[in-house]
């Protein structure tokens, strides 16, 4: 079945690079995205990346896709306060409209 | 164009009631998705309706079921809560449902708590 795993927890200085991690395990998914939470809001699309892509860069957001390793990445550069959230990676099924999540990164950022 | 709207924001019911929320699309968006988020299983599929009718489904009990009106706006409904049925759902919209540029663009959640 399909499973997306992050790890938990990230803190970083402001300033600072910031790298998120993905791995997924559906191979056939079309479209990998990053979302956003902040506290008591919805889900905020970042960005999202085509499976036949490496990388895709928007501003400061840089994501990596590893499709033989099935690895997905979120790199934010000069991070923010206002960065600070939950990331939550997720991959699409192909055949309809449904994404299957990870359980979230907590993004701590301190200044 | 306005974001997705979900009504109520916040619920609260006890168990053995019913519950309907609530979820008006992006004008023109004919897809719309449910999703539960709860800090236990995190964020779970719950079903999409694509023009009035339910294309997919995830795994959950018979409880849980939804409707898609002909403006798009869709309805979710929960009979018989449980106390585990306490969570946020959120709602998502896109254009078609599938293709290059569609992406879920999700409102900001009803948080029902069931006592």
């Known amino acids: 079945g399909e499973d997306v795993e992050q790890s938990l927890f990230l803190s970083v200085r402001e300033g600072d690079s910031s790298v998120i991690n993905c791995t997924y395990t559906?191979?056939?998914?079309?479209?990998l995205y990053w979302y956003k939470q902040e506290p008591g809001a919805g889900l905020q699309l970042l960005t999202y990346i085509f499976s036949n892509m490496d990388m895709k860069q928007d501003q400061r957001l840089t994501v990596l896709l590893n499709k033989k390793d099935k690895h997905l990445s979120l790199r934010i550069a000069d991070t923010q306060t206002g960065d600070s959230a939950i990331y939550f990676c997720?991959?699409?099924?192909?055949?309809?409209?449904?994404?299957?999540f990870g359980g979230g990164t907590r993004l701590m950022v301190k200044p | 164009k306005a974001g997705v709207t979900q009504t109520p924001r916040y619920l609260i019911k006890t168990r053995g009631q019913q519950v309907t929320l609530s979820c008006s699309p992006i004008s023109g968006h004919r897809s719309v998705s449910w999703y539960q988020q709860t800090p236990g299983q995190g964020l779970q599929f719950l079903f999409e309706?694509?023009?009035?009718?339910?294309?997919n489904k995830g795994n959950f009990p018979g409880r849980f079921s939804g409707r898609q009106f002909s403006n798009s706006r869709s309805e979710m409904n929960v009979s018989t809560l449980e106390l585990g049925d306490s969570a946020l759902y959120l709602c998502?919209?896109?254009?078609?449902?599938?293709?290059?540029?569609?992406?879920?663009?999700f409102g900001p959640g009803t948080r029902l708590t069931v006592l």
């Open positions: 309706y694509f023009s009035e009718t339910q294309r």
């Open positions: 559906d191979s056939s998914s079309t479209y």
């Open positions: 997720a991959e699409d099924d192909n055949a309809g409209n449904m994404l299957t």
């Open positions: 998502a919209s896109s254009s078609l449902g599938r293709g290059l540029t569609d992406t879920q663009y």
